[in-house]
């Protein structure tokens, strides 16, 4: 198995792909494509890595995108390992359109990740399910904000999350005392 890497320029740094036959399995705020690799199941971590320019059209799909073509990375192929309910939600993530957020309890209310005993509304579980999302920007889990619409928990940094927010239109509001939407400047906007 080989896995095929590029990385592109971003206003916010390198942004990495790894793409197999079946899509892509890691991307992310690295120009290291051994930082994604370990993220990866075994077969894929003893892949051999090869340089490739546009990996089955997906960094032209990440230029579009980043050149304010929001919807460009919604039919990209993803593969990436996970159990059934990991599966679930970034299935759910990717369905959260450009320029929308939801709540981690919204993620899980859509992915059905509830546990009445330890997790009523699937909130840890869609928490856990974007801290372990190997595919940053395509399955997007910088959408998924806390209940009180605060930046919180990416692994390539809330300044990241901010920044994809601000690109798509999607920073969080507060009202203002007049009842006006407003930044939330306590999230560093």
């Not at 960094?59 to 159990?83: F, H, I, K, N, S």
């Not at 990991?86 to 709540?103: D, F, K, M, N, Y």
């Not at 809330?158 to 798509?168: C, D, Q, T």
């Amino acid at each position: 198995m080989d896995l095929h890497t590029t990385t592109l320029s971003t206003p916010v740094g390198p942004f990495t792909l790894l793409v197999d036959d079946d899509g892509v399995c890691a991307a992310g705020f690295t120009s290291h494509a051994e930082t994604l690799r370990r993220r990866l199941d075994p077969p894929r971590q003893a892949a051999r890595i090869r340089a490739d320019g546009d990996p089955g059209g997906v960094a032209a799909a990440m230029r579009a995108y980043l050149a304010g073509e929001l919807e460009a990375l919604r039919e990209v192929a993803v593969t990436q390992p996970g159990d059934p309910p990991r599966q679930e939600a970034w299935r759910a993530l990717r369905s959260v359109p450009a320029g929308q957020t939801i709540t981690y309890r919204q993620l899980g209310e859509r992915a059905v990740l509830a546990d009445a005993a330890t997790d009523p509304f699937g909130a840890q579980a869609a928490g856990a399910a974007c801290a372990r999302n190997n595919v940053a920007v395509i399955v997007p889990c910088h959408r998924v904000l806390r209940s009180d619409g605060r930046l919180s928990g990416y692994l390539w940094g809330v300044p990241r999350k901010r920044w994809l927010l601000g690109h798509e239109s999607a920073l969080p509001t507060l009202l203002g005392p007049e009842g006006d939407p407003v930044p939330d400047h306590r999230a560093g906007l």
